[in-house]
Nanobody, 122 residues
Framework: QVHLVESGGGLVQAGGSLRLSCVAS????????MGWYRQAPGKQRELVAD???????HYADSVKGRFTISRDHAKNTVHLQMNSLKVEDTTVYYC????????????????WGQGTQVTVSS
């Protein structure tokens, strides 16, 4: 079994900062991509940022220059440092791991975290 545990959401004033963390646990040999998505009510889930095994990073245009994603491969952990937060960043943020592999060639697939609420007040 693979479990993703997110932490770091909360309430912050506009212009403030939050740091989200996600730890993947289980019998994991490797993870291809770790990233963060968000989904506002009534909207599709969208990519915020992700980082591949080669540390190749994607950011949504809306967060470039404000958010920074980082990954600790050894600890199967990904962080999202969110600075200069805006009211429109308010929503639930989800951690996702793509291409999770176990030992002896096991392929576990993709996993989502349970989501963490980020609320930015004006």
């Amino acid at each position: 079994q693979v479990h993703l545990v997110e932490s770091g959401g909360g309430l912050v004033q506009a212009g403030g900062s939050l740091r989200l963390s996600c730890v993947a646990s289980g019998s994991i040999f490797g993870i291809s991509v770790m990233g963060w998505y968000r989904q506002a009510p009534g909207k599709q889930r969208e990519l915020v940022a992700d980082v591949g095994r080669g540390d190749f990073i994607h950011y949504a245009d809306s967060v470039k220059g404000r958010f920074t994603i980082s990954r600790d491969h050894a600890k199967n952990t990904v962080h999202l440092q969110m600075n200069s937060l805006k009211v429109e960043d308010t929503t639930v943020y989800y951690c996702k791991c793509d291409g999770v592999r176990g030992y002896r060639g096991a392929n576990y697939g993709d996993f989502w975290g349970q989501g963490t609420q980020v609320t930015v007040s004006s």
